[in-house]
């Protein structure tokens, strides 16, 4: 199985400051159809994961454009240019190249 | 919009059997892919099983295999997993997500989840 290494797991951040999340893929997540499947997840404390990022750097709809995602084949980032507080929560990367599909364990966004 | 409604959780005693159901509406369902994805008590996630739109391709995670079962009724709209054998290991709750092949596939959708609770 691919597995997805997140970092790190916890981050404290000040309101109005930026935020990087970092994940490591143990194999290449470009698939044989040429896309590189990547996904970014939040989950606010209490309610379902939700999506912001697919296919590494597009966001989906009405995610902020604070958010973005970058990398390539095995290393990749979520940032957060600015932190709000409705941000807090967990952070999830997950690759769909390979079958079984994996997520990362988690980062914890937490403001200072 | 988009709803993704789960139900069929519990508490059953390891050995026990349950079956989880996911009522999906504000889309065409029967040209959706479909996932099963677990989440265990306060820690990550991990995908479960997936059903292709019309049922021709499933998968299933290693450590289910044999023990569950997906399936779906497109005339009705639902897709269901079938779980047997459970053991305290399966307790999570389980949220059904779906797949767009316009937008990267995969979980752009989830339901609000269905907690499983294997018990003696």
């Known amino acids: 199985d691919v597995v997805m290494t997140q970092s790190p797991l916890s981050l404290p951040v000040t309101l109005g400051q930026p935020a990087s999340i970092s994940c490591r893929s143990s194999q290449s997540l470009v698939h044989i159809d040429g896309n590189t499947y990547l996904n970014w997840f939040q989950q606010r404390p209490g309610q379902s994961p939700r999506r912001l990022i697919y296919k590494v750097s597009k966001r989906d709809s009405g995610v902020p454009d604070r958010f973005s995602g970058s990398g390539s084949a095995t290393d990749f980032t979520l940032e957060i240019s600015r932190v709000e507080a409705e941000d807090v929560g967990v952070y999830y990367c997950?690759?769909?190249?390979?079958?079984?599909?994996?997520f990362g364990g988690g980062t914890k966004v937490e403001i200072k | 919009q988009v709803q993704l409604v789960e139900s069929g959780g519990g508490v059953v005693q390891p050995g026990g059997s349950l079956r989880l159901s996911c009522a999906a509406s504000g889309f065409t369902f029967s040209t959706n892919g479909m996932h099963w994805v677990r989440q265990f008590p306060g820690k990550g996630l991990e995908w479960v099983a997936f059903m292709q739109y019309d049922g021709s391709i499933k998968y299933y995670k290693e450590s289910v295999k044999g023990r569950f079962t997906v399936s779906r009724d497109n005339s009705k709209n639902t897709l269901y997993l079938q779980m047997n054998s459970l053991r305290a290991e399966d307790t999570a709750v389980y949220y059904c997500?779906?797949?767009?092949?316009?937008?990267?596939?995969?979980?752009?959708?989830w339901g609000q989840g269905t907690l499983v609770t294997v018990s003696s």
């Open positions: 997950m690759q769909g190249a390979h079958w079984p599909l994996t």
């Open positions: 997500a779906k797949e767009s092949p316009q937008l990267g596939y995969y979980f752009d959708y």
